[in-house]
């Protein structure tokens, strides 16, 4: 039985070629009443680019997430068992807890055209679309996680009658135009024109983020980077940028292609000239190895930055035997031995040996650990359960190992379920933040009144958090706001929100102003001496610098930096010599960038660069379990080794001499705040 037909199938059917087929089987009956079957299902899945999954025989320009289905349908997403497996129908393709929110939607849609969960879940959903145009679904723990449904009205024609796909004149964007619940009514004259540079620039991020084959892959030198989209007829509103006869983009595929992409991957990989000290270790998030397989992606890259073997791969940790899924997130014990990683998909924290990045601890903790960190004074670990209410806190016991102490509620009695995700700690271990993806807020824990000390409000889908070096302000990244949010950590107040997308015109495209541009923003560390505050963007593929002292302290966009497809993670490591590096890592390539951005030294951004990158793709490099797919690619959390940020440089152990790590750290370096004590490397007892 013909369930509904892909964008695929209906390209087949257009051209006639036999052997097409867009059948779908469907969903097994439950007992009781015959329900009303889903016109198309997708399965919610732990694999890379393939999240919400039509199946391989349902791709189209690479990705497996597009679907077409006619007015009135109804679209499921299936999380308690699969039809799309790579045996056909089967089991869960997800080991923990996502959710399916409704991102993008047509103006002319209803609330009940929207779907959204209170809590992070392993449920099955399903929603019924009767307005024409172009639906986007997201997961709010993995904003990655993207499925597309354009509801087609089949009377929309090219001028020559062939089928051109009804996108829909006016979008709603949530956290642009629809800042409320998604299943709240939605303001229709606050909707933009899908004939923007805006709506552009969502297709192409859509058709990037879930076609593994259109990452930007720096192993193909001097090749242009074109991902490759339909190649099909779309309908978009007559009025808007683009001069278009009824509203017929041609060639989706020629027009973004046109607007975005061409230029070649550079034949020389450019090396810093300056050596940073010790490793950065990156977790390659979608990087797939033999035995773990496409259902367990991850890997950890290590890349040595000093010495004879500078800027190259060391080594690759899949951890096979324990099906490290989707590894993200990474800190180190004080002494720098250990070496703590979180499985974002999974539940578990890992414990690395940092000499050789074998497993020295597993430890299950909950749903979707995402970001891990120390405390200074006491060396607890805390990692938050994105996927739930809270923050893990863990005690180090005198042998290294871990044990779970308590579980840290980040918000009230009553409240809504918060999902925190990258929370950050404070220098003196008096303070950490979270940023609460599902209720737009950050929670401040105070840890000498060992409560929540405020709860300011931030833009939408707050994701990732940084503390300032003396722990005096605190920034949140928006994902879907677009901003970050400056909080005062005496008031506990949100004294600024600073859009990233202030000098954008989402009509045309143009950037004014002083050109810095920056969009779904995510990691947002503080620079250790506290002047800057340096952003990943993966809307506009940029890294966006904060000056922190500017406007009287309450920070301005001072500039950005052309970054990678998906730029994500940013951590700082020391710079041989004096000063920083930023590491800066992106979802959808396999580069890791150096970027210098204060060669001087002097507190002015104005000669920032990128210094160099390594290409973290290396298939050669010693490992745990050989890499099959991806390689390099799905860079999200990283961290320097040494860790140089205020509070933790101090704890740097004494010792070993010049080649140590503090030994080889400058006196600013290991004081890196105005005002602190100088902390020497071999203190006498
Ligand atoms: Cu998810």
């Known amino acids: 039985m013909?369930?509904?037909?892909?964008?695929?199938?209906?390209?087949?059917?257009?051209?006639?070629?036999?052997?097409?087929?867009?059948?779908?089987p469907a969903p097994p009956a439950a007992g009781g009443p015959t329900p009303v079957p889903a016109a198309v299902t997708f399965d919610v899945t732990d694999e890379a680019g393939h999240w919400f999954d039509l199946g391989s025989a349902n791709k189209l320009a690479g990705t497996q997430s597009l679907a077409i289905v006619k007015p009135g349908d109804k679209v499921a997403f299936l999380q308690t068992k699969s039809i799309h497996g790579p045996n056909g129908a089967g089991p869960s393709r997800v080991e923990s807890f996502h959710t399916v929110t409704s991102l993008i939607w047509p103006a002319t849609a209803t609330a009940a055209e929207r779907i959204d969960q209170d809590k992070a879940n392993k449920d099955d959903h399903e929603v019924t679309l009767n307005a024409p145009g172009l639906y986007v679904f997201v997961c709010k723990l993995h904003p990655y996680m993207l499925a597309g449904v354009i509801v087609d009205d089949p009377d929309t024609k090219t001028a020559a009658g062939a089928p051109a796909f009804d996108i829909g004149d006016n979008l709603h964007l949530f956290?642009?135009?629809?800042?409320?619940?998604?299943?709240?009514?939605?303001?229709?004259?606050?909707?933009?024109?899908?004939?923007?540079?805006?709506?552009?620039?969502?297709?192409?991020?859509?058709?990037v983020v879930t076609s593994p084959t259109n990452w930007k892959d720096y192993t193909k030198v001097g090749q242009a980077y074109k991902p490759s989209y339909p190649p099909v007829a779309v309908k978009v509103n007559p009025v808007g940028a683009l001069p278009l006869p009824n509203g017929i983009v041609p060639d989706l595929n020629v027009a973004l292609q046109g607007a975005f992409d061409g230029e070649p991957i550079p034949t020389v990989t450019k090396k810093p000239s300056i050596d940073g000290i010790g490793e950065v270790w990156v977790d390659t998030q979608y990087e797939v190895s033999q035995t773990k397989g496409v259902a367990y992606p991850s890997t950890v890259t290590v890349v040595d930055v000093e010495g004879a073997d500078k800027w190259t791969v060391k080594r690759k940790i899949a951890l096979p035997a324990q099906k490290m899924n989707n590894a993200h997130n990474l800190w180190a014990s004080h002494d720098q031995t250990r070496i703590y990683n979180t499985?974002?998909?999974?539940?578990?924290?890992?414990?690395?040996?940092?000499t050789d990045g074998t497993l020295l601890q597993e430890i299950e903790l909950g749903n979707d650990p995402a970001h891990v960190m120390t405390r200074v004074n006491n060396e607890q670990v805390h990692v938050g359960l994105n996927g739930e209410d809270a923050v893990v806190e863990l005690n180090k016991g005198t042998n290294g190992s871990l044990t779970i102490n308590r579980r840290i509620l980040v918000q009230n009695p009553g409240e809504k379920q918060a999902q925190p995700h990258a929370h950050?700690?404070?220098?003196?271990?008096?303070?950490?933040?979270?940023?609460?993806?599902?209720?737009?807020?950050?929670?401040?824990?105070?840890?000498?009144?060992?409560?929540i000390k405020s709860k300011p409000a931030t833009g939408t889908l707050p994701i990732a958090s940084g503390i300032n070096p003396d722990s005096t302000?605190?920034?949140?990244?928006?994902?879907?706001?677009?901003?970050?949010?400056?909080?005062?950590?005496?008031?506990?107040?949100?004294?600024?929100?600073?859009s990233l997308l202030q000098n954008y015109n989402p009509v045309t495209g143009v950037v004014g102003g002083n050109g810095a541009i920056g969009g779904l923003p995510i990691q947002t560390p503080v620079s250790?001496?506290?002047?800057?505050?340096?952003?990943?963007?993966?809307?506009?593929?940029?890294?966006?610098i904060i000056d922190t002292a500017a406007d009287g302290g309450k920070g301005a966009l001072v500039k950005s930096i052309a970054c990678d497809p998906g730029c994500h993670g940013v951590n700082f490591g020391a710079?041989?010599?004096?000063?920083?590096?930023?590491?800066?890592?992106?979802?959808?390539?396999?580069?890791?960038?150096?970027l210098d951005y204060d060669k001087n030294n002097d507190g002015n951004v104005d000669d920032a660069e990128i210094a160099g990158w390594v290409v973290l793709a290396d298939n050669a490099a010693p490992n745990d379990d050989p890499i099959t797919a991806n390689a390099g690619m799905g860079g999200q959390g990283l961290l320097p080794v040494p860790n140089v940020y205020n509070g933790w440089v101090q704890k740097l152990p004494s010792g070993g001499g010049d080649d140590s790590f503090c030994g080889q750290l400058t006196a600013a370096q290991r004081s890196p705040f105005a005002g602190t004590v100088i902390t020497p490397c071999n203190p006498t007892p």
Request: hydrophobic share 35%; net charge positive.
């Open 2 to 24: 013909k369930r509904y037909f892909s964008l695929g199938a209906a390209l087949c059917l257009a051209a006639g070629v036999a052997g097409c087929s867009g059948d779908d």
């Open 175 to 207: 956290g642009v135009t629809h800042t409320a619940d998604v299943r709240q009514a939605a303001d229709a004259t606050k909707a933009f024109t899908s004939n923007s540079n805006l709506g552009l620039r969502l297709l192409r991020a859509f058709f």
């Open 343 to 354: 499985e974002w998909h999974g539940k578990s924290l890992y414990v690395h040996n940092q």
């Open 424 to 451: 950050w700690m404070g220098h003196d271990g008096n303070s950490m933040v979270t940023p609460n993806s599902n209720t737009n807020d950050s929670t401040f824990w105070d840890f000498i009144t060992d409560k």
């Open 473 to 498: 302000k605190y920034y949140v990244s928006n994902y879907l706001g677009h901003s970050i949010s400056v909080i005062d950590m005496a008031t506990g107040n949100n004294i600024n929100n600073i």
């Open 528 to 544: 250790p001496d506290g002047k800057f505050v340096i952003t990943g963007n993966t809307l506009t593929a940029t890294i966006t």
């Open 575 to 594: 710079k041989k010599g004096g000063g920083y590096y930023a590491y800066i890592t992106s979802k959808f390539s396999n580069r890791l960038i150096v």
